[in-house]
Structures are given as C-alpha cells and as structure tokens.
C-alpha cells in the first residue's frame, strides 16, 4: 500500500484533485466524512465535546449543532485548540482504520487520506508522498464567495483560521498548483497517478 496525504486550504481544489485520482484507482478516504462520524451520538468525541462546551452546542435530537459550535471555536483560537485536542485523535484512530481496510482489500492499493488540516492536526500519519493543492488566497476568497454562498469576511476569516500556505508548503512532496485551469490542475494530477503507478 502507498498512503498519499492530500492536503490544502479551504477552497484550494483538494476535492478536484482527490476525484480525479479516485478515477484513475485510489481509494480516497476522506478526513471530513470521518470527522462528521466521529462525532455522531453515540460517539465518545461527542460526550467530550458536551463536556467541554456545554450542552449549548448539543441538538434536541441528540445530534452536534455545528453552527452554535462553529460561532464558539471561530471566534475563540484556544476554544479551536481545545475542540482539535478531542477529534483529532479520534479521527486518527478511525482513519487509520480504514487504511488497514483498503490494504487487507488491496496491498498494492494506493490510498489517498484528503485531509485539510494536516498541518494543524499534528497527527503523525505515516505518508509515503504529501500532496498540497496550492492556489492564492485571493482564489480562495474568490471561490468560497462565488461557490459556497460567503461574504468576504467570513471567507477570509476561515482562510486565517487555517494553518499558512508557508506551513502547508513546509510538508509537500508534490505541490499541485491549482490557481489555473481545471485542465492545468487534472494535468497535474495525472502526472502525479503516473508517478504513483510508475
């Protein structure tokens, strides 16, 4: 198995990126999805997070309320530090879970691990190859606005709350820039399958 970690700033490209590789082969794990199941009801993170921040940010269903937590932790850097502190290692347990998942499937599977806040998670992941999707902030701002609906401040705002482009940039292998084209960026990503598969 080769583990590929697969990261970016928010509005960056990674999903473009982590499609197109999942097209060609590699089982994608996405850090996201993992990061919403570890927190289901049910779930130890859960309890945790109830505990540190009050049961404010917990639905009537018994569900996260991710907005009331989101206004706390965007607001507050060591209220951020303390939820990362309870679902980073629970997110680590999982993934790692299914890495050993898709080799039991497939030892020669190439795994892609698409984790935003590699950086910021300090988790130790043993990465065979560390992929950034590279674009400028102003990009960034620019898509958030136009594809997700934010107004300028509160795209810049979840653009700082992300480790630097300088940090991301201080753990890649492979940098795909993705401030051009979507061609230029699936050109990129198609010499990166190659490299992987040569």
Not at 51 to 60: H, L, M, P
Not at 74 to 79: C, L, Q
């Amino acid at each position: 198995m080769q583990l590929i970690g697969l990261t970016g700033g928010i509005a960056s490209g990674k999903s473009t990126i982590a499609r197109r590789l999942a097209d060609h082969g590699a089982v994608v794990v996405d850090a996201d999805q993992i990061a919403r199941e570890v927190v289901e009801p049910g779930q130890p993170a859960l309890a945790e997070i109830a505990e540190a921040f009050g049961d404010e940010v917990i639905q009537a269903d018994g569900r996260l309320d991710r907005p009331a937590l989101g206004a706390i932790i965007f607001a507050d850097e060591n209220a951020r530090l303390r939820l990362n502190g309870i679902t980073h290692p629970a997110v680590l347990r999982a993934s790692t879970a299914r890495f050993e998942e898709a080799e039991a499937a497939d030892p020669d599977a190439i795994v892609v691990y698409d984790v935003p806040l590699l950086v910021e998670s300090k988790n130790a992941y043993p990465f065979d190859l560390i992929v950034v999707a590279d674009s400028s902030a102003e990009t960034r701002i620019d898509r958030l606005i136009e594809l997700r609906g934010m107004g300028p401040a509160e795209a810049e705002r979840r653009i700082r709350s992300q480790a630097s482009d300088e940090e991301r940039l201080a753990v890649a292998d492979v940098v795909i820039d993705t401030d051009g084209s979507l061609e230029y960026t699936l050109e990129q990503t198609d010499a990166l399958w190659r490299r992987l598969t040569a």
